[in-house]
C-alpha cells in the first residue's frame, strides 16, 4: 500500500517536470521529434511560411483563381510545391550522409551490410528459394550462412550418434534454399540428415562452397563501396525509397490541383455575340416569252437561294473537312432547286 510519505514525494517529482511553459517553449518542444517535416501538417518552419506566401501571391496573378474553391487548389498546388523541394533537398542531403557513411574508417558501412542481411534473413522461412539466393550473393549474406552452418553443426556434433530434429532438418531445408513442396520428400526420406557422420560433412561441405565463394569478398566488397561512395548505389536505402515515395505523392498532389484549376477557368462562360441570321432571297424570273409551238406564257417558279450566315469579324472555314462537306451539301441542294424549278 502507497504511504503518504511516497505519495508527497511522487507530487514533488512531477513538479519537476512538467515541460515548457511559454509559448516560444512549447512550440520548441513540438519539433523535437521532427525529422523531416514532409508528412507534418501542423507543424511548419518558418522560413517555408514566408516563401509560402510569397509563391501564391505570384501564381495567383498568373493563374487568376475564380472562386474559394480554385484558390484552396491554388494553395494545395503551392504547399505541394514546396514539398517537392523539401524532397529535393533531402535527398541530396541522404545521399551525401550515404556517401560519407561508405568512406567511413570506423567499420560502420560493413555494419550496416550485416544489418541489412539480417533484416533480408527474416524472410528466409517464408521464401526460402529467393531468400537464400539474394543471400549468397552478397558477402555479409554468406557470412550470415556461415554463421548458421555453424551453428547446425554444432548441434549435430552435440547429440552424437542421434540425427537433426526436424525443427533443425527444416532450417538446413532453409538454408539450402529449398521449396518448401519437398519438405516431406526429404524429410521422410531422411538424406542426408539420417546418419549424423554424414550431415556433419554435408555441413562442412556447404560452409566450405560458401567460404569459397568468400575468396574475392574482399575485391567485390571493396567495388559495392566505393560505388557507394560516389553515390551510384542508393537504391536499398529505406529512407531515400520513403523520401521517393512523399516526393511521387507531392507530384500527383500538385498534378491534380493545377488541372482543377485549369479546368475551373475553362468552364468560365463568356458571353458570345448572336448569330446573324439566314437571309434568304427569292429572285423572281421573268416570264418567258410565248412561242409558236406554246402561245401561252408560262410564268417560271422563284429560285430559293440561301446564304449562310457570316458573323461580323470572323471569316468562312476553309480548308477542312467540314467545309467540304458543306459545300457539297450546298451544292447538291442547289442542283435540286434548279431541277424543280425546270
Not at 537464400?132 to 548441434?155: C, D, H, K
Amino acid at each position: 500500500m502507497t504511504t503518504q510519505a511516497q505519495m508527497d514525494a511522487n507530487r514533488q517529482n512531477a513538479a519537476k517536470g512538467t515541460g515548457p511553459k511559454s509559448v516560444e517553449g512549447k512550440e520548441n518542444s513540438r519539433a523535437n521529434a521532427l525529422k523531416h517535416g514532409m508528412t507534418s501538417m501542423v507543424v511548419v518552419p518558418e522560413n517555408l511560411k514566408a516563401v509560402e506566401e510569397q509563391r501564391y501571391s505570384d501564381w495567383s496573378e498568373i493563374l487568376a483563381p475564380q472562386g474559394p474553391a480554385l484558390e484552396f487548389e491554388l494553395h494545395q498546388a503551392v504547399v505541394a510545391s514546396l514539398r517537392i523541394e523539401q524532397c529535393y533537398t533531402r535527398e541530396i542531403e541522404r545521399r551525401v550522409e550515404l556517401s560519407q557513411i561508405a568512406a567511413s574508417p570506423d567499420g560502420e558501412w560493413d555494419k550496416n551490410r550485416m544489418i541489412d542481411a539480417a533484416k533480408l534473413a527474416k524472410s528466409l522461412k517464408r521464401d526460402p528459394q529467393l531468400v537464400a539466393l539474394q543471400l549468397r550473393n552478397s558477402p555479409a549474406g554468406r557470412n550470415w550462412l556461415i554463421a548458421e552452418w555453424n551453428v547446425l553443426l554444432l548441434a549435430v556434433s552435440e547429440v552424437g550418434d542421434s540425427a537433426w530434429s526436424d525443427v533443425e532438418s527444416n532450417r538446413a531445408l532453409d538454408l539450402m534454399g529449398k521449396s518448401k513442396t519437398l519438405r516431406t520428400v526429404v524429410i521422410q526420406v531422411n538424406t542426408p540428415f539420417a546418419d549424423p557422420v554424414a550431415t556433419r560433412s554435408f555441413v562442412l561441405a556447404e560452409i566450405a562452397k560458401l567460404e569459397a565463394l568468400q575468396c574475392d569478398a574482399s575485391a567485390k566488397n571493396d567495388k559495392l563501396r566505393a560505388l557507394h561512395v560516389q553515390g551510384f548505389r542508393t537504391e536499398d536505402d529505406a529512407t531515400l525509397q520513403l523520401i521517393r515515395r512523399y516526393e511521387t505523392t507531392a507530384h500527383r498532389r500538385f498534378d491534380k490541383s493545377m488541372r482543377a484549376i485549369a479546368k475551373g477557368k475553362s468552364t468560365v462562360v463568356t458571353s458570345a455575340p448572336p448569330a446573324a441570321p439566314i437571309k434568304v432571297i427569292s429572285e423572281v424570273m421573268p416570264t418567258a416569252p410565248p412561242c409558236e409551238t406554246n402561245p401561252i406564257p408560262v410564268a417560271r417558279k422563284p429560285v430559293i437561294k440561301v446564304e449562310s450566315p457570316v458573323v461580323s469579324g470572323e471569316s468562312k472555314p476553309h480548308g477542312n473537312r467540314r467545309y467540304r462537306r458543306y459545300q457539297q451539301k450546298a451544292a447538291r441542294h442547289q442542283e435540286y432547286l434548279e431541277r424543280r424549278a425546270r
